[in-house]
């Protein structure tokens, strides 16, 4: 009853997403239904890793990551884990041929958030690879069946892409990441200096991201590429909020999108993707 078991697992990642990202868990309802329980998955594993270093401050969390890593190497080699999170993620990796240089890649970037407070423009860049671009790359994969002549022509397209919706995410937390952790992303500023030419210039930078990230969007297998707009649409309403408001404004509080325009937002993104209007 191994199917049993393996469906399971995969239920407890899709409680963590719903649990955890209302957005994250609309966009995947546009999904085929095939591209679901695997899209779950890498949300549970890649949810629970950024749990660790961000939530689990009473537990030596270099420890916790360590042996995350580790068992995580061994579910994918050994084709199970008692872990359910793992065992659903090794499951995916498995099947659809995720190369481990973009999980190791993922893992690294939560190392590094153990410690680094701010980044330079390459370790800048090397934290946005791991953290956000490859998620993107683990969906692709997915996306394309594992084939490799699918997937190579849209990789940098999803970097792209991933790249615009972290670069986002720093803008619309920025404050919480300096108060609570201790943390600025973005090289070269100074949270307490944080000015409107800074603001515009990483504003500059996610917009050519997201213009990039917009193309690779059309290019998609049809079963996948409605969920992916859904993202972006969610996000690039996000952006032209956080756009609209001044750098006071982005350092004092959080800007956000509502839970009923993220519903109107979707049925928009719903009718453009079946007008061919994307």
């Not at 546009?30 to 537990?59: K, L, M």
């Not at 860049?125 to 997915?142: D, R, T």
């Amino acid at each position: 009853m191994i199917e049993l078991y393996d469906e399971t697992c995969l239920e407890c990642s899709k409680l963590i997403t719903q649990k955890y990202s209302t957005s994250f868990s609309l966009g995947i309802r546009a999904f085929d239904q095939r591209f679901h329980y695997p899209i779950y998955a890498i949300y549970g594993f890649v949810r629970y890793a950024d749990e660790i270093v961000d939530t689990f401050h009473e537990h030596d969390k270099a420890r916790l990551i360590a042996e995350f890593r580790k068992e995580t190497q061994v579910a994918i080699a050994q084709k199970i884990s008692l872990n359910p999170v793992l065992h659903a993620f090794q499951l995916v990796v498995n099947q659809y041929n995720i190369d481990y240089e973009l999980i190791d890649a993922f893992l690294k970037s939560m190392e590094m958030d153990l410690d680094k407070v701010e980044y330079d423009r390459q370790g800048y860049e090397e934290y946005i690879y791991g953290s956000a671009e490859v998620i993107g790359l683990m969906c692709l994969k997915v996306f394309c069946d594992g084939k490799t002549e699918v997937y190579e022509p849209l990789v940098s397209y999803a970097c792209k892409l991933g790249s615009a919706f972290q670069k986002i995410n720093f803008l619309r937390d920025i404050r919480s990441d300096f108060e609570e952790r201790g943390r600025v992303y973005f090289p070269g500023v100074d949270f307490n200096a944080f000015s409107e030419q800074d603001k515009k210039a990483i504003e500059d930078d996610i917009q050519a991201d997201f213009d990039e990230g917009l193309t690779g969007i059309r290019l998609l297998p049809n079963g996948c590429r409605k969920g992916v707009y859904i993202a972006y649409v969610y996000y690039f309403e996000l952006f032209k909020k956080i756009k609209a408001s001044s750098a006071g404004e982005v350092t004092q509080k959080r800007i956000r999108v509502s839970d009923p325009q993220k519903m109107w937002l979707m049925a928009q993104a719903l009718v453009k993707n079946s007008w061919g209007k994307i």
